[in-house]
DNA sequence: GTCTATACTTCGATAGAC
DNA sequence: GTCTATCGAAGTATAGAC
């Protein structure tokens, strides 16, 4: 076939002679309306056809600019993946917490664990950050951030509804969920849905038991 | 940086011309003794460096041999791919079915599920899946069957332990105990270990509930 | 800030000799 | 069954004009 890029390039695959020294390249600015859309462009490609499809040139015609720009305002096509994806986590976080501060429960929790996309955008992230390890560290970071705000919401929730330890301990809840949502997320990718009523009302049902019906629906 | 290939190559993203009815390009025998070699060395780099590092160059420099020889074994890459995944789904099904006939319990779905190799495979090929059709049919077909396997499994346990639907139903049980494996695996993958001992005993105590100790350790 | 042009690398795939 | 040779496509990245 054609060339491409996911299996050497200097940036991608090795580390690459980064010539930290000289290099008066140019970089656009952050706040800049174009690098923007760049940063949506790559998104929806990353979802919509995974990873392999973010390339420049795919990535500029998807946002109607030169793939050229894409250098422009990324050194490197990692810097670009790391930019996606720190752009969407930092909205990702917010959004939870906002959520949790307004309705600590775990059936808030359970709710904004199941939302497919952030499934499969992480599941994507994962699989890219298998090998790249300058991308890895960053999954870790907001992995373990993101881990600690639900933990925060989840406690609470288990304070408030009188759960208790030799229940059910928090994290191991929240590995719970979290768990059950990928595989339910990840089957759907595939047109398997085996099982997926019975669980999602087991868990339902569980939530129940734990956190009895109070205000909302 | 330099050319690749996961972007576009004729036969990897779009479907390419296939050119159905001529081609009379020979195609090696499946028996192939040197066919194997090609399928080990692959399967070793997509398990260690992703997908994304299985091109027919590297897997030839892998197993000693010219990277035309994997074009000689497999009409495309992508037939390359589906054969690393039946031939892995098929053995990791055989064992399964093993170990379950040999004791039909619980916690051996859990000591199968958790198997950290077997989840990295089936987490790079749903990123694989994702975006190439010829793939996710495979897939999703050995799914089925290995959901089907355990399923089975389980719910001769359950019958064996006396568990009832009204505590947990099988499958229920089966989704929640591959869920919280996937977690704990890509987890590690990146570093994070978070809560894993925690959910590891919530686990093994649940199971140790539903299923009180009869011989083994 | 955006564009044209271009260097260089790797990829998938095939043809044809041995 | 394996090798040499080669095509054509696509990728990352840079230089330099506008």
Same mark, same amino acid.
């Given at each position: 076939?054609?060339?491409?890029?996911?299996?050497?390039?200097?940036?991608?695959? #090795?580390?690459?002679?980064? =010539?930290?020294?000289?290099?008066?390249?140019?970089?656009?600015?952050?706040?800049?309306? *174009?690098?923007?859309?760049?940063?949506?462009? @790559?998104? $929806?490609?990353?979802?919509?056809?995974?990873?392999?499809?973010?390339?420049?040139?795919?990535?500029?015609?998807? /946002?109607?600019?030169?793939?050229?720009?894409? #250098?422009?305002?990324?050194?490197?096509?990692?810097?670009?993946?790391?930019?996606?994806?720190?752009?969407?986590?930092?909205?990702?976080? $917010?959004?939870?917490?906002?959520?949790? @501060?307004?309705?600590?429960?775990?059936? &808030?929790?359970? =709710?904004? &664990? *199941?939302?497919?996309?952030?499934?499969?955008?992480?599941?994507?992230?994962?699989?890219?950050?298998? #090998?790249?390890?300058?991308?890895?560290?960053?999954?870790?970071?907001? @992995?373990?951030?993101?881990?600690?705000?639900?933990?925060? /919401?989840? &406690?609470?929730?288990?304070? =408030?509804?009188?759960?208790?330890?030799?229940?059910?301990?928090?994290? /191991? /809840?929240?590995?719970?969920?979290?768990?059950?949502?990928?595989?339910?997320?990840?089957?759907?990718?595939?047109?398997?849905? &085996?099982?997926?009523?019975? *669980?999602?009302?087991?868990?339902?049902? @569980?939530?129940?038991?734990?956190?009895?019906?109070?205000?909302?629906?």
């Amino acid at each position: 076939m054609s060339g491409g890029r996911l299996a050497s390039g200097r940036s991608l695959w #090795h580390a690459g002679a980064v =010539k930290a020294t000289s290099s008066a390249r140019r970089i656009g600015t952050v706040d800049s309306k *174009t690098r923007g859309r760049i940063l949506d462009a @790559a998104e $929806r490609l990353l979802l919509d056809e995974g990873y392999a499809a973010v390339t420049s040139r795919r990535v500029g015609a998807k /946002a109607g600019l030169k793939s050229q720009l894409v #250098h422009y305002y990324f050194r490197t096509m990692d810097d670009l993946f790391v930019e996606i994806f720190r752009r969407r986590a930092e909205r990702d976080l $917010r959004r939870f917490e906002r959520a949790l @501060a307004a309705d600590p429960s775990l059936r &808030t929790v359970w =709710k904004l &664990t *199941t939302d497919p996309s952030g499934t499969v955008f992480s599941i994507e992230f994962v699989a890219l950050a298998n #090998h790249r390890k300058a991308i890895r560290a960053e999954i870790a970071h907001y @992995a373990e951030r993101f881990r600690a705000a639900q933990l925060k /919401a989840l &406690t609470s929730a288990f304070d =408030k509804s009188g759960i208790t330890a030799d229940q059910i301990a928090p994290i /191991a /809840a929240l590995l719970l969920m979290t768990g059950v949502a990928q595989v339910l997320t990840l089957d759907e990718q595939l047109g398997v849905k &085996t099982g997926h009523d019975e *669980t999602v009302s087991y868990v339902q049902s @569980a939530i129940a038991r734990l956190e009895p019906e109070e205000a909302n629906p």
